[in-house]
């Protein structure tokens, strides 16, 4: 079945936004995408809405609807987000990843571990997100599940890798990934999980602001 209109505005916007074909502050006009669509300007504006509630457009009167700018407040509350939200999805997920996921994930963190002797940053963050990927597609509570999607969609906009701003911490990443790993082969308390998925996240935000010459992180 074809998608609906809405859904076909909605896909060809957040292809755009997060391939950085429409940039930050980029103004779409509802108008000239639903003529490429070849629809009215209805389902544009749904799926504007949809997007501005994920956090990839914002909306002001007089101005009309933008791609959301990156700046590192919008990082620094998309990763304290994602700390809590990822953590919960990951100690939930983690009972139901079997041995064939473990072995992928494993298989992902050698190849990024292979990467820090030529340090590749873009390809290294795309293989931490397919990581995390592994470990919370399971989460069986779909609301969080959606919540994690979100955040990564908002990291998706901002299009900049942390391990360019911040190599070194590529090195601890992998050895954390390692240990999550660990726990989760051993059945560990979700609790405990859900610790050191926290402050895994957590590291790589206040390695983050530390570069950038900002406190901690209270989280």
Same mark, same amino acid.
Request: avoid cysteine.
């Given at each position: 079945m074809a998608p609906s209109k809405s859904e076909a505005a909605y896909t060809l916007l957040h292809e755009r936004i997060t391939? /950085?074909?429409f940039s930050s502050g980029y103004r779409l006009v509802l108008g000239t995408i639903a003529a490429e669509l070849g629809c009215s300007v209805v389902p544009v504006r749904e799926a504007i809405r949809r997007l501005e509630a994920e956090g990839l457009v914002t909306f002001e009167r007089n101005v009309g609807a933008t791609v959301a700018a990156s700046d590192t407040t919008l990082y620094l509350h998309t990763m304290q987000t994602l700390a809590i939200i990822e /953590? !919960? !999805?990951t100690a939930l997920s983690a009972p139901f990843i079997n041995s064939d996921q473990l072995t992928a994930?494993?298989? *992902?963190?050698r190849i990024m571990s292979d990467l820090l002797v030529d340090f590749d940053a873009s390809r290294f963050t795309e293989l931490n997100n397919e990581f995390h990927a592994v470990l919370y597609q399971n989460c069986p509570n779909p609301h969080i599940l959606e919540l994690v999607h979100r955040g990564w969609n908002r990291m998706a906009v901002m299009r900049s890798s942390s391990f360019?701003? *911040?190599p070194g911490r590529a090195r601890e990443s992998v050895a954390e990934h390692a240990r999550l790993l660990d726990l989760i082969e051993a059945k560990s308390p =979700?609790?405990? *999980?859900?610790?050191? =998925?926290r402050a895994h996240r957590t590291n790589t935000?206040? !390695?983050y602001l530390a570069a950038a010459n900002l406190p901690a992180s209270p989280l």
């Open positions: 391939d /950085g074909t /953590g !919960a !999805a994930a494993r298989s *992902i963190n360019t701003h *911040i =979700a609790a405990t *999980i859900e610790q050191a =998925a935000l206040n !390695a």
